[in-house]
Nanobody, 121 residues
Framework: QVQLVESGGGWVQAGGSLRLSCTASGVTLAMGWFRRPPGKEREFVAAISWSGSTTKYADSVKGRFTIARNNDQKMVWLHMNSLKLEDTAVYYC?????????????????WGQGTQVTVSS
C-alpha cells in the first residue's frame, strides 16, 4: 500500500497561483489529482501516465493547471494558475493501478488525505 501525502494548499486570491505537491512512499503507476468542492462530489482534475508522456485534464482546468511528475523523487505536482473562486476545494492525490492515465475514481486505489485550496475575491 503506497502512502500519499499532499502539501501546498492554502489561501490565494482569484487570479493567483499555487503548486500542490504529492509525495509517495513507494513506486507509483499512473497518478491523478481530484478535488471535492464544498457541498459537491469529488471530481477529476488531472492525470498523468507513469512515464509522464501523457496527461489529461478536466475541461474546467484545461489551460490553467499543469500536472507533472518525477519518478526518481516519487513526487507529483499540480501547478495551478489563474485560479478562480470555483477552484476552491479539497484536492486529493491518487495513485492508479495501471501505467495508463485514468479519469474515474474507481481506477485509483490509493489516496492522500487531501489539502485545502481556498480562492477568494
Amino acid at each position: 500500500q503506497v502512502q500519499l501525502v499532499e502539501s501546498g494548499g492554502g489561501w490565494v486570491q482569484a487570479g493567483g497561483s499555487l503548486r500542490l505537491s504529492c509525495t509517495a512512499s513507494g513506486v507509483t503507476l499512473a497518478m491523478g489529482w481530484f478535488r471535492r468542492p464544498p457541498g459537491k462530489e469529488r471530481e477529476f482534475v488531472a492525470a498523468i501516465s507513469w512515464s509522464g508522456s501523457t496527461t489529461k485534464y478536466a475541461d474546467s482546468v484545461k489551460g490553467r493547471f499543469t500536472i507533472a511528475r518525477n519518478n526518481d523523487q516519487k513526487m507529483v505536482w499540480l501547478h495551478m494558475n489563474s485560479l478562480k473562486l470555483e477552484d476552491t476545494a479539497v484536492y486529493y492525490c491518487a495513485a492508479g493501478g495501471s501505467v495508463n492515465i485514468a479519469t474515474a475514481e474507481g481506477q485509483y486505489n490509493n489516496w492522500g488525505q487531501g489539502t485545502q485550496v481556498t480562492v477568494s475575491s
